[in-house]
């Protein structure tokens, strides 16, 4: 059973530009969530896909959007970038959009370095 | 008030000495907890689960919860310097997404 991936693994970019960052789920999972983990903080919930529709989304702007495709990969696009987005994005998938009841397995994660 | 709060430590135990870590939380309707650890430069690895009031074990770790007071704990027996890495407390929310909320983290060292 495969894990869930992350690429590319870092990334620096300059302020203002746009970043993609993409996530392989776990074989048999139909949802992704996506998190992002400023320095020194705990992860912040962005948004989840289920079934390649957004089903939830946290207290992040619209310039933050995210994709998931028929095979349950999944996309985080950031638009604009600040300073301020640097961090650790984090990605997890699990089955079923509420079933579930345990917690989520990261993946390695994408660190993100604005500039 | 944050959502989920946990001390910030650092917390430092001599090797062989119990670690204890708290949480406590805000929604009252919150039904799945749960304690990660991270290390430095290093994604969360989910280590406890729990979700019935009470304690849960699972080797040296024990999670022990209470919905009453909203409170969580996560003790490490025979503390080992391994161990040394920030610990998260998250909360399983109830919304759509069930999306978990993670309190700051609490940095431990565990001194050889």
């Known amino acids: 059973e495969t894990g869930v991936t992350q690429s590319p693994t870092h990334l620096i970019k300059t302020r203002g530009q746009q970043v993609t960052l993409r996530c392989s789920s776990q074989?048999?999972?139909?949802?992704v969530s996506w998190y992002q983990q400023a320095l020194g903080q705990g992860p912040q919930f962005i948004f989840q896909?289920?079934?390649?529709?957004?089903?939830g989304r946290g207290n992040f702007p619209p310039r933050f959007s995210g994709l998931q495709f028929p095979n349950y990969s999944s996309e985080l696009n950031v638009n604009a970038l600040e300073l301020d987005d640097s961090a650790l994005y984090l990605c997890?998938?699990?089955?079923?959009?509420?079933?579930?009841?345990?917690?989520?397995?990261f993946g390695s994660g994408t660190r993100l370095t604005v500039v | 008030q944050k959502e989920v709060e946990q001390n910030s430590g650092p917390l430092s135990v001599p090797e062989g000495a119990i670690a204890s870590l708290n949480c406590t939380y805000s929604d009252r309707v919150s039904q799945s907890f749960f304690w990660y650890r991270q290390y430095s430069g290093k994604s969360p690895e989910l280590i406890m689960s729990i979700y019935s009031n009470g304690d849960k074990e699972d080797g040296r770790f024990t999670a022990q919860l209470n919905k009453a007071s909203q409170y969580v704990s996560l003790l490490i027996r025979d503390s080992q310097p391994s161990d040394s890495a920030t610990y998260l407390c998250?909360?399983?929310?109830?919304?759509?997404?069930?999306?978990?909320?993670f309190g700051s983290g609490t940095q431990l060292t565990v001194l050889p």
């Open positions: 997890a998938s699990s089955l079923g959009r509420q079933g579930e009841n345990h917690g989520y397995t």
């Open positions: 074989s048999g999972h139909n949802t």
């Open positions: 896909y289920y079934r390649e529709e957004e089903n």
């Open positions: 998250a909360v399983k929310a109830l919304g759509s997404a069930r999306q978990l909320t």
